[in-house]
């Protein structure tokens, strides 16, 4: 099962509604996966398609047991290649489909003429449970989440630019940073930061999925922190056993073209401890001096070896 499906069936299982919530939830889900269609001798009837059998009884179950509509429910197989179930809900005129679309905000009737709204209606905007019930309308009927292991992304797919716009601005009234794009015939809502997609899940009551997806989150946080301090530490020492070689060559040649004898007594002692311990640290070479050297005062010894070094190279 899907990441995304687990939420989506989760969220389905919010079933303590009133009637206000059902209707913000009624009306988001039909906006975004709702289709009218208009019959011979003026009949309306409405159809909501969705994959998700949970959703499905979910819409039946609420039109059924608040609004008293009994919907026509069709099961088909779909033509992807997964060959998925398809689940219709079908509201016909004969279940008073007019009513339900009034209701939800969706139709309009003024002098016999008939026409769509596809806004969110101003006092779901205003009231604070009826906004989170709207959002988690428009998941269940558009929404998707990737799988958290791999990415972070949450979206709403539409296909009405000015509905994305307003339901962006209904989202991100929580403090959230939605944006909107268009994908071929699609206007896409989406999140794609972890921490905002948490917040999203709480706001549509998703929390079991919610403590999940914190989880994967810490996981993932911890392993990105490991490999960061083995990568830095790696590229220390690195650095480290290429600086000792540099500096044991550079010694070797000194010896060979002139002797240690001849360097000062400060830069001789330090020559023949990194010679004869070419793998201790810098601190570690410093200890061993008599008196004691620092670990910068050690790397000063080193790097005017080095340079002797280098006038010889340049004179051969």
């Given at each position: 099962m899907s990441f995304s499906l687990k939420v989506k069936n989760e969220v389905c299982?919010?079933?303590?509604?009133?009637?206000?919530?059902?209707?913000?939830?009624?009306?988001a889900i039909m906006k975004v996966s709702g289709t009218l269609m208009l019959g011979s001798n003026r009949q309306f009837s409405f159809k909501i398609i969705t994959e998700n059998a949970a959703i499905a009884r979910f819409i039946f179950k609420i039109l059924k047991d608040i609004f008293h509509i009994h919907a026509r429910i069709l099961v088909k197989r779909?033509?992807?290649?997964?060959?998925?179930?398809?689940?219709?809900?079908?509201?016909?005129?004969?279940?008073?489909?007019?009513?339900?679309?009034?209701?939800?905000?969706?139709?309009?009737?003024?002098?016999?003429?008939?026409?769509?709204?596809?806004?969110?209606?101003?006092?779901?905007?205003?009231?604070?449970k009826l906004k989170k019930a709207y959002i988690r309308g428009a998941f269940l009927g558009g929404g998707s989440i990737s799988n958290p292991e791999k990415t972070y992304h949450l979206e709403f797919v539409t296909h009405d630019r000015d509905?994305?716009?307003?339901?962006?601005?209904?989202?991100?009234?929580?403090?959230?940073?939605?944006k909107v794009i268009q994908r071929k015939s699609s206007f896409i809502v989406y999140i794609k930061e972890g921490e905002q997609i948490v917040d999203l899940l709480n706001i549509i009551g998703a929390h079991a999925s919610l403590l999940e997806l914190e989880n994967i989150r810490i996981m993932k946080e911890m392993r990105n922190n490991v490999n960061r301090i083995v990568n830095c530490e790696t590229a220390n020492l690195s650095k480290t056993v290429n600086a000792a070689v540099r500096q044991v060559e550079s010694i070797k040649l000194i010896q060979k073209e002139l002797g240690l004898n001849r360097l000062p007594e400060n830069l001789r002692d330090i020559a023949e401890l990194r010679l004869?311990?070419?793998?201790?640290?810098?601190?570690?070479?410093?200890e061993m001096l008599n008196p004691k050297v620092g670990k910068s005062g050690v790397n000063h010894r080193l790097r005017r070896i080095e340079k002797i070094a280098d006038e010889l190279r340049k004179e051969r």
């Amino acid at each position: 099962m899907s990441f995304s499906l687990k939420v989506k069936n989760e969220v389905c299982r919010y079933s303590d509604i009133d009637e206000g919530e059902a209707i913000s939830e009624l009306s988001a889900i039909m906006k975004v996966s709702g289709t009218l269609m208009l019959g011979s001798n003026r009949q309306f009837s409405f159809k909501i398609i969705t994959e998700n059998a949970a959703i499905a009884r979910f819409i039946f179950k609420i039109l059924k047991d608040i609004f008293h509509i009994h919907a026509r429910i069709l099961v088909k197989r779909s033509n992807s290649l997964k060959k998925n179930n398809v689940y219709v809900i079908m509201i016909m005129e004969d279940a008073d489909v007019r009513f339900i679309l009034k209701k939800v905000g969706l139709l309009k009737e003024e002098e016999d003429i008939f026409s769509l709204d596809y806004s969110i209606p101003k006092n779901i905007r205003e009231n604070e449970k009826l906004k989170k019930a709207y959002i988690r309308g428009a998941f269940l009927g558009g929404g998707s989440i990737s799988n958290p292991e791999k990415t972070y992304h949450l979206e709403f797919v539409t296909h009405d630019r000015d509905y994305a716009l307003d339901l962006s601005k209904l989202i991100n009234g929580y403090g959230l940073s939605s944006k909107v794009i268009q994908r071929k015939s699609s206007f896409i809502v989406y999140i794609k930061e972890g921490e905002q997609i948490v917040d999203l899940l709480n706001i549509i009551g998703a929390h079991a999925s919610l403590l999940e997806l914190e989880n994967i989150r810490i996981m993932k946080e911890m392993r990105n922190n490991v490999n960061r301090i083995v990568n830095c530490e790696t590229a220390n020492l690195s650095k480290t056993v290429n600086a000792a070689v540099r500096q044991v060559e550079s010694i070797k040649l000194i010896q060979k073209e002139l002797g240690l004898n001849r360097l000062p007594e400060n830069l001789r002692d330090i020559a023949e401890l990194r010679l004869n311990y070419p793998d201790e640290s810098l601190k570690e070479l410093g200890e061993m001096l008599n008196p004691k050297v620092g670990k910068s005062g050690v790397n000063h010894r080193l790097r005017r070896i080095e340079k002797i070094a280098d006038e010889l190279r340049k004179e051969r």
